[in-house]
């Protein structure tokens, strides 16, 4: 007897192959998405009922939301069940004074953010991603975004989880609780864990007030040099509250105003942008210092925005890297990260020493701010993918082991999933990994919880 057909209608199983195609993938395109089937459970007692019917029958589970990852986290690839959590969607009342919001796994965080909003509030994740991006995939991919710079990444913004266990059983770990030292942190054993521990099925948020206004400047740069001095006479010269500090270079830039349509705002071309989102007023404070840049040649030009329709319009060059390049052709992708003191010098090794490794032009963008650099190359018109995948991951040693040399990540916020197992050891150590085992074989002695992801 086919298990299909034992699956509960209240699940909403199905075969069809365009839902099979939809929900069996992530934004990645390097691996065909292959799994049985996809079910749609309605809240966590459901989620806990589908993961005991596949430990009975030893089916292995793939949880999906917003599918915008970037790392093949959430690929079904060798004929498992998806389980998607969109139809976990509870929206709770916002706590005003203890500042919190309980949320089920299948919210957007866009709808998170709409949600607080009217309040002062915000949950403060920004991602590029935002209106398709769901909590429970953000939670368990402890997900970065542009405003880790201010605010942290993701794991410091939730005080409670309810997670599901591969056995079925339901933990509910931390409530609305801002303190809770009690035993070991279950919940931040979950986050980040791309949901082959346990699978989230609602959160508690902590929330924060809304920015005062702010102001978002596009600035031009000669070298990403020239953006690092920017970070450090803004942030310590002149004490400007940074929101976000983010950097493209100029092929990014063209790739969006070809598919976007969208006009520059500078006169002439440079070889990178900085963009940056400020704390406060157009104060004398940011006036004096964006002239003072001006003056010492550390910007070629730049364009300052208070209202929100012309900051959206700045902030757009930047947020419609990922869809442009994605729209160009086939991208190979990898995020990586040193500590920003080294990033001047590890961004001329990287062009001058490993660019010429790989087979097609390298794309550079990212949160500098925090160190993190997306280095994403476009496969050639004329190469086949299945020379052009190949190639690219033979580049990747000599990045990696660049990396390595400054002690940095292979993954700085999109994950490991399946498509950077082989570069985790150059970021963990033999005994971490080994450590990372034992708590997946006790937690899922099976390996039916999204297999073959993070580690073997
Ligand atoms: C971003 O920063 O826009 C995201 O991490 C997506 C990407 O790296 O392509
Ligand atoms: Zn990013």
């Known amino acids: 007897m086919d298990w299909f057909f034992e699956l509960p209608k209240a699940w909403c199983p199905t075969r069809e192959a365009v839902d099979l195609e939809k929900d069996g993938r992530d934004w990645t395109r390097v691996l065909d998405p292959r ?11 459901e989620v806990a009922e589908v993961l005991a019917f596949c430990t009975r029958y030893g089916i292995g589970v793939v949880p999906s939301g917003g599918r915008t990852g970037l790392c093949g986290g959430a690929m079904a690839t060798q004929g498992e069940l998806v389980l998607s959590l969109e139809r976990l969607r509870s929206l709770g009342q916002v706590d005003p004074l203890g500042l919190t919001l309980a949320v089920g796994a299948g919210v957007t965080t866009q709808e998170v953010h709409q949600h607080c909003q009217p309040q002062g509030l915000t949950w403060p994740i920004d991602l590029a991603s935002k209106g398709s991006s769901q909590i429970g995939g953000n939670l368990a991919t402890n997900a970065g975004g542009v ?47 791309e949901g082959i521990l346990g699978v989230i099925t609602s959160a508690t948020l902590r929330l924060t007030p809304l920015p005062r206004e702010s102001q978002v400047l596009l600035l031009s740069i000669a070298e990403l040099d020239q953006g690092l001095e920017l970070l450090a006479n803004a942030r310590v010269g002149a ?70 329709s012309d900051k959206g319009r700045l902030w757009a060059f930047r947020e419609n890297i990922t869809e442009s390049l994605g729209h160009l052709g086939l991208m190979h992708k990898n995020d990586v990260a040193v500590s920003v003191k080294d990033l001047s010098r590890f961004a001329h090794q ?49 990045l990696y082991e660049l990396l390595q040399s400054y002690g940095g990540s292979v993954s700085a916020e999109h994950g ?12 963990r ?28």
Not at 147 to 172: C, E, F, N, Q
Not at 350 to 366: C, E, I, K, T
Request: net charge negative.
């Open 35 to 45: 799994p049985a089937a996809v079910v749609f459970p309605r809240c966590s007692e």
């Open 239 to 308: 004490r400007l509250d940074l929101l976000a500090f983010e950097y493209f270079d100029d092929s990014c830039m063209q790739a969006v105003q070809s598919v976007r349509r969208f006009s520059s705002p500078f006169a002439e071309r440079a070889a990178g942008y900085i963009l940056m989102e400020v704390e406060g007023g157009l104060e004398a404070r940011l006036e004096d210092w964006f002239q003072s840049q001006l003056e010492s040649g550390t910007i070629l030009d730049g364009v300052v925005a208070g209202t929100s």
């Open 416 to 427: 490991i999933g399946l498509l950077k197992k082989s570069a985790l050891a150059y970021s």
């Open 147 to 193: 405003r880790v710079l201010h605010y942290g990444p993701t794991r410091h913004w939730v005080t409670g989880l309810d997670v599901v266990l591969m056995d079925g059983t339901l933990l509910s770990c931390g409530g609305a609780l801002y303190k809770d030292n009690t035993g070991l942190d279950l919940r931040q054993l979950m986050i980040g864990s």
């Open 429 to 456: 150590g033999p005994h971490e990994i080994q450590a990372m085992r034992q708590i997946k074989q006790s937690l899922d002695p099976q390996g039916l919880l999204n297999p073959g992801k993070v580690i073997s």
């Open 350 to 398: 990287l062009r001058n020493q490993v660019a010429s490794a790989y087979p097609g032009d390298v794309y550079l963008f990212g949160h500098v701010g925090d160190g993190n650099l997306h280095v994403n190359v476009m496969k050639p018109p004329e190469m086949a993918p299945e020379d052009f995948w190949p190639a690219c991951r033979a580049a990747d040693v000599r």
